[in-house]
């Protein structure tokens, strides 16, 4: 792989609780069918459950916050995307042509 002087990281960004998520599908508008909303469930769990279990695959586990705001894991992302960049004394983070909500 080329040398692009950065270092990956792995991060797993939490998806929200079964109840949340489940409400949020049925309302969503997407004609989703029952299988599916209860392939998403699954799927989702199964996910949450190998990021839990398996120690030091991820670098980051992104937590969903407790009070759903998107925001507010949008701000928790941010900390740990960011936080690495400033702990490593990078003042300017170039985010490309990317504007604010855009990510």
């Avoid at 989702?44 to 279990?53: D, K, Q, V």
């Avoid at 759903?68 to 990078?90: N, P, R, S």
């Amino acid at each position: 792989m080329k040398d692009m002087d950065f270092s990956a990281r792995f991060i797993f960004i939490q998806p929200p609780p079964p109840g949340p998520l489940e409400t949020y599908l049925r309302a969503s508008g997407k004609g989703l069918t029952e299988g599916q909303i209860k392939d998403v469930l699954k799927s989702t769990a199964e996910m949450a459950y190998h990021a839990s279990s398996t120690a030091g695959f991820y670098d980051d586990i992104v937590e969903y916050p407790e009070n759903g705001d998107d925001e507010d894991l949008f701000k928790a992302f941010e900390k740990v995307v960011f936080g690495a960049a400033l702990e490593k004394g990078v003042e300017d983070v170039d985010m490309g042509d990317a504007e604010a909500g855009d990510v």
